[in-house]
């Protein structure tokens, strides 16, 4: 996530494969780097990461996830750039 001016962007991408594959792409290589406290300085960004990318592989490593957590078609609900939700807010002025 990068915040510029009140807005937040974001790129990570999860969709399922017509073979039930689920594809999980988090839009950054920082990502990487956010996996290693070391290597990052937001305590809070790395038990993110670390948390969602936990539930990512536990998700894959069961079978298909692909056809146990379909994709839906939301991208038009979304715009690259919007306001973060007030909890978002709250947790980054802290």
């Known amino acids: 996530m990068k915040f ?14 017509d073979s039930g594959a689920g594809v999980f792409a988090t839009g950054t290589i920082a990502w990487i780097l956010a996996l290693d406290e ?12 670390r ?8 998700a894959f490593a ?7 957590h379909p994709s839906t078609g939301n991208a038009s609900r979304y715009r690259n750039s919007i306001r973060p939700p007030e909890s978002v807010e709250a947790a980054e002025s802290a």
């Not at 510029?4 to 991408?13: F, K, N, R, S």
């Not at 070391?38 to 990461?49: G, H, I, L, M, R």
């Not at 069961?62 to 146990?68: F, H, I, L, N």
Request: glycine residues 10%; without cysteine; hydrophobic residues 40%.
């Open 51 to 58: 948390g969602v990318t936990t539930n990512v592989l536990t």
């Open 4 to 17: 510029v001016d009140g807005l937040y962007d974001h790129a990570m991408t999860y969709y399922a494969a």
């Open 38 to 49: 070391a290597e990052w300085d937001d305590p809070k960004t790395t038990e993110f990461v």
């Open 62 to 68: 069961a079978g298909p996830a692909g056809r146990v």
